[in-house]
């Protein structure tokens, strides 16, 4: 097959990616392209365009993370562009900090379960107001939650 100049399939290694990075503190900052908005580091992997870090994940962990495996890829810095392998790492969606729920704007399908779970069976006056305070979300958003008026697809697979 005819492959066009520059197209083919960029290879990397973790020592590669590391060779990259600029050190910073504890972490090493990519020194290639970054997101304009996230400031994550971009980089073409294959024939993808893809954050430096979901590589480094896919490299170190040699598996990819999904929304549908229920993990994903974090980091233990606040560096958007960190690229130390180091700092990389695969976690359980619904242990990352609660925090991230309101801020990712979605729930995972356990943590849904989990929160229907105690509404129902340790329901006491005020228990939305608590879970709502613990998950970081509005009261009206987590009694929606509780009431099955959103998330609705995560009852049909009780
Ligand atoms: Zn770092």
Redesign the pocket.
């Given at each position: 097959m005819r492959q066009k100049p520059g197209r083919k399939p960029k290879e990397w290694t973790l020592e590669q990616i590391v060779a990259k990075g600029r050190p910073f503190?504890?972490?090493?900052i990519w020194t290639g392209g970054k997101h304009s908005q996230l400031g994550y580091g971009m980089m073409r992997y294959k024939t993808k365009m893809r954050t430096v870090h979901s590589v480094i994940a896919e490299i170190k962990y040699g598996t990819k993370p999904t929304k549908y495996t229920g993990t994903r890829v974090s980091?233990?810095?606040?560096?958007p562009a960190?690229?130390?392998p180091?700092?990389?790492v695969i976690v359980d969606a619904g242990s990352l900090q609660r925090g991230n729920a309101a801020e990712r704007g979605r729930f995972t399908d356990e943590e849904i379960k989990d929160i229907r779970n105690r509404y129902d069976n340790e329901y006491y006056w005020g228990i939305v107001s608590d879970l709502s305070k613990e998950y970081e979300v509005k009261p009206n958003h987590m009694s929606a939650i509780c009431r099955r008026w959103i998330y609705k697809k995560v009852e049909q697979w009780k």
């Open positions: 503190n504890d972490c090493l980091r233990t810095c606040n560096e960190c690229c130390n180091e700092h990389i």
